[in-house]
C-alpha cells in the first residue's frame, strides 16, 4: 500500500505510526495506512494512485454527469453477534425526489447473519447552483479553513468536533458541521448519508453524505462539500466540477434516506453490534 520498504516501515513506526504486534507480526489500522499513504507526496502509494484515477472525470466537462446514469445497486448487510432470525431493515436509494428511478428491487427478507439488498437504480444530474450569498460565504469559509481529508473510521466521524480539532475532516463531519452553520444563519438544513459510485469499478466503498438546504429561491440543494475539497486537490482543472458540488446534483452520488450520522442497516435480532454494509455499485453499460 505504501511502496516503501521494510527499512522505511520501521522508520515510521519509530516516529510514532500507531501499530499493534500480534504473534510477532505488526498490524496497522488500514485507515492510518491510507491516510500516511495520500499525503505522502511518493506519487505512488496504492491510496495517491487510487484517487487520483478516481479523480480524472473531475478534470473533464461536466455535461456527462447531468445525464441519466444507471447503475448495478447490491448491498450486503451483516449482522455482527446475531441472535437469531429477524426483520433487516435497510435505507434504500431516495432517487426519485430528483428524478430518479428504482427499479428490480430485491429487498432483505427475514433471517440471521446476513441479507441483500439489490436494485437497478437510475440518477440523474442539474445544474441548480447556490444562489444565497450567505451559504456561499459559509462554504468558501469551510473550504479555505484548511482541514485536510483523510480516511476515518464511520463512527468516528460523528464527533466533527473531534474529527476537525484534530485538522482533519471528510465528507459526514463536514456535511454535519455545515448543516449546523447553515441552520444557525436561518436556513432548513439536514444531511443525508448515500454512497459515491464508480469507485474504482466498485472495489472501494465510500460512505458518503451531502448537505441538502433550502435555498433563498426555495429550491432544495445539494452541497458536496468533501468532494470539491478532494477534487481541488487531487486534480487540474476542476473549477467546473468543484462549482457543481456546490448546490447541483450529479449522476456520481446515490442519496439514501438515511440522514446525518444514522446507520444505514439495522438487524431487529437484539444484537448490540452495528450492521456492516458493504456496497457493490456497478455502471450499467
Not at 49 to 66: H, I, N, Q, S, T
Not at 72 to 87: H, I, K, S, W, Y
Not at 161 to 169: D, E, K, N, Q
Not at 231 to 253: D, H, M, P, W
Request: aromatic share 8%; hydrophobic share 40%.
Amino acid at each position: 500500500m505504501l511502496a516503501c520498504t521494510q527499512e522505511d516501515l520501521d522508520t515510521l513506526v519509530d516516529a510514532g505510526l500507531p501499530c499493534e504486534s500480534r504473534s510477532g507480526a505488526r498490524f496497522f489500522d488500514a485507515n492510518d495506512l491510507y491516510n500516511l499513504g495520500m499525503y505522502s507526496g511518493k506519487s505512488r502509494t496504492q491510496p495517491e494512485l487510487a484517487f487520483r484515477m478516481l479523480f480524472r472525470f473531475a478534470g473533464r466537462p461536466v455535461d456527462a454527469l447531468l445525464r441519466p446514469k444507471t447503475w448495478n445497486f447490491r448491498v450486503t448487510l451483516e449482522c455482527g453477534e446475531c441472535q437469531g432470525d429477524a426483520p433487516w431493515r435497510f435505507e434504500e436509494p431516495d432517487v426519485a425526489r430528483f428524478g430518479g428511478d428504482l427499479a428490480e428491487v430485491t429487498a432483505p427478507e427475514t433471517g440471521r447473519d446476513s441479507a441483500v439488498y439489490a436494485a437497478r437504480v437510475t440518477v440523474t444530474g442539474a445544474r441548480t447552483p447556490l444562489v444565497s450569498s450567505e451559504l456561499r460565504k459559509v462554504v468558501h469559509e469551510y473550504l479555505d479553513s484548511g482541514y485536510r481529508w483523510q480516511m476515518i473510521p464511520v463512527a468516528m466521524q460523528a464527533d466533527y468536533a473531534l474529527v476537525h480539532s484534530l485538522g482533519s475532516t471528510s465528507c459526514i463531519a463536514a456535511s454535519l458541521f455545515l448543516a449546523e452553520r447553515f441552520r444557525a444563519a436561518g436556513y432548513r438544513a439536514g444531511v443525508r448519508r448515500g454512497w459515491f459510485c464508480g469507485v474504482l469499478g466498485g472495489a472501494l466503498d465510500l460512505p458518503h453524505a451531502c448537505v441538502e438546504v433550502t435555498d433563498d429561491d426555495g429550491v432544495v440543494k445539494t452541497v458536496d462539500i468533501a468532494k470539491a475539497q478532494l477534487a481541488a486537490r487531487l486534480a487540474k482543472n476542476t473549477e467546473e466540477f468543484q462549482e457543481l458540488c456546490l448546490g447541483s446534483i450529479y449522476n456520481k452520488v446515490i442519496l439514501s434516506t438515511a440522514s446525518g450520522d444514522m446507520p444505514l442497516g439495522h438487524h431487529d435480532c437484539g444484537s448490540r453490534m452495528p450492521v456492516q454494509v458493504r456496497a457493490d455499485i456497478q455502471s450499467v453499460r
